[in-house]
């Protein structure tokens, strides 16, 4: 088990208690990662994708998503976000804009873990966040750019697509790294590209607010596939 992550009130304030439940829920068992032996590539029955050491062009690591089917489907999700989430993706492909697949959905892959949000995370180099917002405002999704030198969005009633290109510190910037590394799954019934787990450890290591953390999310991550990370491109990020 993990350790629960420590609430960022100090104890006695006016916060005290409030949240008392956010974040401490027990780890979740780790998905099942093949130990390799040396020069080999974890891969059986439970694992399809993979990149191996002349893929990351370092001689270090391979990194493996799971290829078991996805419990996030359209019974286990409100259908109007399923058919948001399809259709938007469907028309960034259209359209041509290169985009990964981030945030819980990922996540749902490399640990298996299940987070129902309201929202749907891409990534686009910044180069391409117009063109994505602007191929989504075609589609007929009112959409906005939220903050611009990171993130913008694209809304269906009470969801959205998170269009990521930065982060709000200003240091994580997708670039062609993330592409090069990107993982081949398969997400609500469309075949994708998701985030290499070295980039979403990398990001998520500056979300550390009050009504946010990501620790917990990097731990996981990190319980899968610490022997399988490239290990030089995430110190050196």
């Known amino acids: 088990r993990l350790p629960w992550a420590r609430p960022s009130r100090l104890s006695g304030g006016k916060d005290a208690g409030k949240y008392s439940g956010l974040q401490r829920r027990h780890a979740a068992p780790a998905a099942y990662l093949p130990r390799s032996s040396a020069g080999s590539h974890p891969r059986d029955s439970h694992w399809e994708y993979c990149y191996g050491c002349s893929a990351l062009g370092n001689g270090h690591g391979t990194l493996c998503a799971q290829s078991v089917s996805s419990v996030i489907t359209e019974d286990t999700i409100d259908p109007n976000a399923y058919t948001f989430y399809r259709q938007g993706l469907t028309t960034l492909h259209e359209s041509q804009v290169p985009f990964l697949v981030g945030g819980a959905y990922a996540l749902e892959r490399y640990t298996g873990i299940v987070r129902y949000t309201k929202d749907f995370d891409i990534f686009v180099h910044p180069r391409d966040h117009e063109r ?10 009112q959409t906005d750019l939220t ?3 990171w993130l913008g969005k694209a809304f269906s009633g009470d969801h959205f697509i998170d269009v990521i290109f930065g982060a709000g510190n200003g240091i994580c ?7 090069e590394h990107a993982i081949g799954q398969e997400i609500l019934g469309l075949s994708v590209q998701i985030c290499p787990a070295e980039e979403m450890i990398w990001s998520k290591a500056f979300v550390g607010e009050r009504e ?26």
């Open 173 to 179: 910037t997708v670039d062609d790294e993330w592409f």
């Open 147 to 149: 903050f611009p030198h």
């Open 132 to 141: 994505a917002l602007q191929a989504l405002t075609a589609a007929g999704y």
């Open 212 to 237: 946010r953390y990501d620790g917990a999310d990097i731990a996981h991550i990190l319980r899968v596939c610490s022997e399988s990370l490239a290990w030089p491109r995430l110190l050196r990020r």
